[in-house]
């Protein structure tokens, strides 16, 4: 651990690191990034667990119930079959939010329905706007509020054939508070291995970014292949990696989505000019 937060160190700017990573074969650099990912990831749920699971708790054994009871429609009965979703209300049907929850979650004043079931519509971005819901139920998808204004579509196909109520949900979540200890362990190792698996696919895009470093040496006539810039590169796009994950852990969720490129790009300005001399 202490060699990778040295090399971690070295990476954001020692020219010398830089100089032997080109050279040197490219497990050696992979094994680093994985390393520095692990410990990431590690740090991130730690922090989640933390920060976050105290909270769910609290919420699941105090308020969840409650809040069924008095925000989910008694009568509505939602039925998923085939990758379908209906009801038995022509109507939607709207489950709203207490406001200053809504407000601290999404620093949107404009959200105040936890979730919007309308099973006689296709998702349609305007219509999910005028609901001003952080979730839609439509007849093939759930549609998702994210941060920075992104909606995530996940479409029902592939979930079992089921049947939910009021009283369903609530025994669902009495069962749930009575092996919470285990629900809170499976939840922090599948956060670990989704913070994982998306760092080490960040390897995947790392090749095109690998073509700053490469036409920098060109335009600076230092000689470094495709293959030596991806190496460098492998080091390079960690600190912006880092520096991301800590403002993600710090509440700090307006980082735009390329921030990590663009921490990236610096590092190898700074290497490349440092080579230069």
Same mark, same amino acid.
């Given at each position: 651990?202490?060699? #990778? ?35 990431? +990831?590690?740090? @991130?749920?730690? @922090? ?25 429609? /008694? !009568?509505?009965?939602? /039925? *998923? ?19 200053? =929850?809504?407000? #601290?979650?999404?620093?949107?004043? +404009? ?19 005028? $609901?001003? #819901? *952080?979730?839609?139920? =439509?007849?093939? !998808?759930? %549609?998702?509020? &994210?941060?920075?204004?992104?909606? =995530? ?9 089921? /049947? ?14 009575? +092996? ?8 922090? %190792? ?16 790392? @090749?095109? *970014? ?17 293959? &030596?810039?991806?190496?460098? +590169?492998? $080091? @390079? ?7 991301? #994950? ?12 390329? *921030? ?7 590092? %190898? ?9």
């Amino acid at each position: 651990m202490k060699k #990778t937060f040295e090399i971690f160190k070295k990476s954001l700017s020692d020219v010398s690191l830089y100089r032997e990573a080109r050279e040197a074969p490219l497990k050696v650099g992979i094994r680093y990034y994985i390393k520095a990912i692990f410990l990431l +990831s590690l740090f @991130a749920t730690v @922090a989640f667990g933390v920060f976050s699971v105290p909270q769910g708790v609290r919420f699941m054994k105090e308020e969840a119930s409650l809040l069924v009871q008095e925000r989910y429609p /008694t !009568d509505l009965v939602v /039925t *998923f079959k085939n990758g379908e979703a209906s009801t038995n209300s022509a109507s939607p049907s709207f489950i709203p939010g207490e406001k200053k =929850t809504l407000k #601290t979650l999404f620093n949107d004043d +404009s959200i105040e329905n936890i979730l919007v079931i309308d099973t006689g519509s296709e998702y349609d971005g305007s219509v999910f706007d005028n $609901y001003h #819901t *952080f979730a839609l139920l =439509t007849k093939h !998808d759930l %549609v998702m509020r &994210g941060v920075e204004e992104r909606v =995530t579509i996940q479409p029902l196909r592939g979930i079992p054939e089921m /049947t939910i109520t009021s009283a369903s949900l609530i025994n669902f979540i009495e069962k749930l508070n009575n +092996s919470l200890a285990l629900f809170v362990v499976l939840s922090l %190792v599948i956060v670990f291995a989704l913070l994982f698996v998306g760092y080490l696919v960040y390897l995947v895009p790392l @090749a095109l *970014f690998a073509l700053i470093p490469y036409f920098l040496a060109w335009i600076k006539n230092i000689p470094l292949t495709y293959r &030596g810039a991806y190496k460098m +590169s492998v $080091y @390079a796009v960690v600190p912006g990696l880092a520096l991301k #994950t800590l403002f993600s852990i710090g509440g700090v969720f307006l980082v735009p989505a390329y *921030f990590s490129l663009l921490i990236f790009m610096l590092v %190898v300005f700074l290497v490349m000019k440092r080579m230069e001399q």
